[in-house]
């Protein structure tokens, strides 16, 4: 470790995925020195899964679209717990952001006009909810986080951002005053660390969906970031906040977009009904996910789901007719042959809820700008600390977001960092640097697993971690099983801290990669799990068996989750948009 | 049960001199696994064994690979479609150099694919709005913009063998056609000069390898001809 | 943009269109020897020589001839530049073709112009 080799730069973007990209592409067009560093070639990053569009009140597919009231659906959506001044930035700075991807090349669907194609989702509404269902979600057919990510990626080679591609960030290093300056990195093709230095280091590192057992998130969804930023002492936000997706294939888990329903695909139970006319009168089958979620699994809990073991439903499509499928949802019908075994032009498609989005995550500004606490409960902002995409949580999707909201959250918020950080290295910062004790700190758990000579393996101890998640922490939650799942991470995070590495060669070792991920895994689901017992009260994704109702009188707060002591804190949800007036909450029906 | 013999090709550039062909036994249980579980139930055995992976479902282009001699992805292929006899081959995809086990360098790949400037040109002030474009247009992109970078045609092709430094490969002309194709995009003529030579684009011998191992369906040679239709119409 | 120095026309294009027009001719050439020896079964050395010593037949030989140089050389310049990756090796080869094609052809003219 001696010789360890220095990297220094402006900013470090530790994360290739749509929000990295974005604040990446801002900071080399203005010739920042700026490189992305991620762990899979930036076209690799799980962004590229995304299927059904970027929400956005562009005004195409109605002319007097308003992004108010796109704001009003994501308050709303979000059970009222977004931050409303975040929500007002992120749909009135949207349209912005989403011109510019098409500037760039990203190849949107389109209207006969010529403008961009929008197709409905769930939890739309024009008039602020008194105008029927909106249809408001740009698309490139069902392969929208592709285009978008290919082309954040070719923008960032046009204006020569430097990649360090399959690297991974190891943590962070934190000086005594508190102040980011940097990561420690490994080169995962030769086995060298490496200490970047940098004036901003930016956590664009998505989110965690690995820590349950079923989810739709890539092998790669890891929670890396947020790992680094608890191991650093910083507080999560709303951590207990995960959406559980309506459509996921069963068995596979590979997600099925709600841009089928948008295109007016159903949800049908064992009797062929529809059931979500029962459970949403208006919406139906685009109500937000946490409702859809749960009604599929009181379908079940009540007897009539399908197939064997009647523990699923079905999405049916196939009264679409096979032009609409092939021309709006190619990437659906390939999926459900591959996956399913099932062609979605004849038959239904079996489906599930399944894990797919963290809402909460590492709490920043509109600026990115990670914040934390000081003792007296006061917002503080972590100097050189910076977060956006599904790894930050601003707060715009409370607890629960709007189908299509997360890839706007990607480029307006990761335009938003690059913008502040530009701005900011421009008119000159410094901070302390790091000590050799500072560094030391930031190896020390790569040594831990160095020096292991015996213990479990991490395959196991993985599968145990997300199975504990799966059992306890999934859409319905109650008290005593969330309590034994707490103790089960005690125990985990024991044995975790004894696992073996087996494989200690330099050159791509990827048993050290998912060695370090699995201390990952670990801290986000600790996180998740101490937040979601402590949150005594159902709010969007967050549902309870023994605390069914919404409290606003004691609950209508952020968690802040402390990794020091493991203990949660209330932070207040802000309720003043500059432009527009507050959205009071109100009894959230669809 | 049913007992997969999967013969893995090894290559630790710290322990071996040469690469080898490394036996493993797998209790697939009579399942049609797709060849990406396989491997890392090899893991599981093994954890030296070196593969990418990410998405897991067909669109990150992670784990191209070579199995029973072709190349395909490894988390949308079953075992049904690629095991003979209960036998698996895996080696990584040919033509480029190993850095480990089944992962190549793709240094050589991405090269070709930066070279067609793969992003859109267009030197006239954007409008407040998007560009408009007619689905008519759009439609043309089809077939074109969906390619993953999983390399699986480009290593396929025996003129990127031969000529990987000079040869751009059906993955980066089917880029540079996406961008030709593009009624947004006005840097035709350039594009097109940079494949004028006798290797960029003219050692396609059109054999369609990459069309028979395209995991996304995607047609490269297609795309080849109508960027060789473009430079004839272009020079006569 | 790759250069190279050694090709005909120094542009894939070119290259590509002198493949396909000198293939044409040649199969053009070809079926038409094979159909003339198909209507004279009972050929003889007059008639193949009086077929010959008319200007369009040598036109339309040297044409053939001239195709076939081009075509063999932009395929084996493929060839090398495929399969030969030293350079002085591949170098030796190319100038070994253009000689052997150069002789081959100048004979050809010979034949077919001379006495």
Redesign the interface.
């Known amino acids: 470790m001696s010789t360890m080799r220095n990297l220094t730069f402006d900013a470090i973007i530790i994360g290739g995925g749509g929000s990295g990209l974005r604040a990446a592409l801002e900071l080399a067009k203005s010739g920042k020195k700026t490189a992305v560093l991620s762990k899979?070639?930036p076209?690799?990053?799980?962004t590229?899964?995304a299927q059904g569009g970027i929400t956005c009140a562009?005004a195409s597919a109605d002319p007097n679209d308003d992004w108010r009231w796109h704001m009003y659906d994501t308050v709303k959506g979000g059970d009222y717990i977004a931050d409303q001044d975040a929500a007002e930035y992120l749909c009135s700075e949207g349209p912005k952001a989403?011109?510019e991807l098409?500037?760039?090349?990203l190849?949107?669907?389109?209207?006969?006009?010529?403008?961009?194609y929008q197709r409905p989702f769930g939890g739309q509404s024009k008039d602020f909810g008194k105008g029927g269902q909106a249809a408001r979600t740009c698309a490139?057919?069902d392969?929208t986080g592709?285009?978008l990510l290919?082309?954040l990626y070719?923008?960032n080679?046009?204006n020569n951002t430097v990649f360090l591609d399959e690297w991974y960030a190891i943590d962070l290093v934190k000086n005594a005053n508190g102040d980011v300056v940097g990561c420690i990195a490994l080169c995962i093709?030769t086995g060298e660390i490496v200490h970047v230095k940098s004036k901003a280091t930016v956590l664009a590192t998505g989110g965690a969906g690995r820590i349950y057992a079923s989810t739709t998130n890539?092998?790669?969804n890891t929670g890396d970031g947020i790992g680094m930023a608890l191991r650093a002492g910083f507080p999560m936000q709303d951590m207990e906040m995960w959406q559980f997706h309506p459509t996921g294939i069963y068995g596979a888990g590979?997600?099925v977009t709600e841009g089928c329903r948008g295109e007016g695909g159903y949800l049908i139970n064992k009797d062929g009904e529809r059931f979500m006319e029962r459970y949403a009168p208006n919406a139906k089958d685009l109500a937000g996910r946490d409702v859809v979620a749960r009604s599929m699994v009181m379908e079940v809990l009540e007897g009539r789901g399908c197939g064997e073991n009647g523990d699923h439903v079905m999405l049916k499509l196939d009264h679409l007719g096979e032009e609409v499928l092939m021309k709006r949802l190619p990437?659906i019908v390939?999926?459900s042959k591959?996956?399913a075994h099932v062609d979605p032009v004849k038959e239904p498609i079996p489906v599930t809820p399944t894990c797919h989005y963290m809402m909460g995550g590492i709490p920043t500004n509109v600026h990115g700008q990670a914040i934390t606490q000081d003792g007296d409960g006061n917002d503080r902002i972590v100097n050189g600390l910076f977060a956006c995409g599904e790894a930050a949580c601003v707060s715009v999707h409370g607890a629960n977001r709007l189908g299509g909201n997360s890839l706007l959250d990607l480029v307006v918020f990761g335009r938003a960092a690059g913008i502040y950080i530009d701005q900011a290295l421009s008119e000159g910062i410094d901070y302390l640097d790091a000590s050799a004790s500072d560094i030391e700190r930031a190896t020390s758990r790569l040594a831990r697993w160095n020096e292991s000579s015996g213990g479990e393996?991490?395959?196991e101890l993985k599968a145990e971690l997300q199975n504990t998640m799966q059992n306890a922490f999934g859409v319905f939650r109650q008290e005593d099983n969330m309590q034994e799942g707490v103790k089960k991470l005690a125990e985990l995070r024991e044995r975790i801290g004894q696992a073996h590495?087996?494989?200690k060669?330099?050159?791509?070792?990827?048993?050290r990669v998912?060695a370090l991920e699995l201390d990952n895994l670990l801290e986000v689901a600790e996180a998740t799990a101490i937040a979601a017992l402590d949150r005594k009260e159902s709010r969007g994704a967050h549902s309870r068996y023994d605390y069914p109702d919404r409290d606003d009188v004691n609950w209508l707060k952020h968690s802040l989750f402390h990794p020091g002591d493991k203990t949660v804190t209330k932070r207040d949800v802000n309720f003043t948009p500059k432009t527009v007036d507050t959205f009071e909450p109100k009894v959230r029906t669809y | 049960m049913s007992n997969l013999q999967v013969s893995v090709y090894r290559y630790n550039p710290e322990t071996d001199s040469a690469p080898y062909m490394q036996e493993f036994q797998v209790d697939t249980q009579g399942r049609d696994l797709m060849v990406l579980n396989v491997l890392t139930m090899i893991k599981d055995q093994d954890s030296s064994l070196a593969f990418r992976r990410s998405c897991r479902e067909g669109v990150c282009g992670s784990d191209g690979m070579n199995m029973n001699g072709t190349n395909g992805l490894a988390c949308i292929t079953p075992l049904s479609d690629v095991a003979k006899d209960n036998k698996l081959v895996l080696r990584p995809l040919p033509g480029l150099p190993v850095m480990r086990d089944l992962v190549v360098d793709m240094g050589l790949f991405y090269k070709q694919y930066e070279r067609m400037q793969p992003y859109l040109q267009n030197d006239t002030t954007a409008p407040a709005i998007e560009r408009l474009q007619s689905p008519e247009e759009r439609d043309k992109l089809d077939g074109l913009y969906e390619c993953i970078l999983c390399a699986c045609c480009s290593t396929s092709c025996p003129s990127f063998w031969w000529n990987p430094d000079k040869f751009v490969g059906p993955a980066g002309l089917l880029q540079a056609y996406r961008f030709l194709a593009d009624s947004r995009d006005n840097a035709t003529q350039a594009r097109l000069a940079e494949l004028e030579d006798p290797f960029s684009l003219f050692r396609c011998r059109g054999i369609m390898n990459c069309v028979a191992v395209c995991p996304k369906g995607l047609n490269p040679t297609r795309a080849i001809g109508k960027i060789r239709e473009m430079l004839l119409s272009n020079a006569t | 943009m790759v250069t190279n120095i050694t090709n005909l026309g120094r542009s894939g294009l070119s290259d590509w269109l002198i493949q396909r027009v000198s293939a044409v001719v040649l199969a053009l050439y070809a079926l038409f020897v094979v159909a003339y020896l198909l209507f004279h079964p009972n050929l003889d050395y007059a008639t193949w020589s009086g077929l010959f010593a008319q200007t369009w037949m040598r036109i339309f030989s040297l044409l053939a001839f001239i195709s076939m140089a081009a075509h063999a050389w932009v395929g084996l310049w493929t060839v090398s530049t495929d399969y030969l990756k030293h350079t002085g090796v591949r170098f030796g080869f190319q100038a070994v073709v253009i000689l052997a094609i150069f002789v081959f052809l100048v004979w050809g003219v010979q034949v077919l112009w001379g006495a």
């Open positions: 899979v070639f076209t690799r990053s799980h590229v899964s562009i989403v011109f098409e500037h760039m090349g190849p949107f669907s389109r209207f006969d006009n010529g403008r961009i490139a057919a392969r592709h285009a290919h082309t070719q923008n080679l046009k093709e890539a092998l790669i590979t997600l990437g390939e999926l591959t996956f393996s991490v395959p590495l087996g494989d060669s330099d050159v791509f070792n990827t048993a998912e």
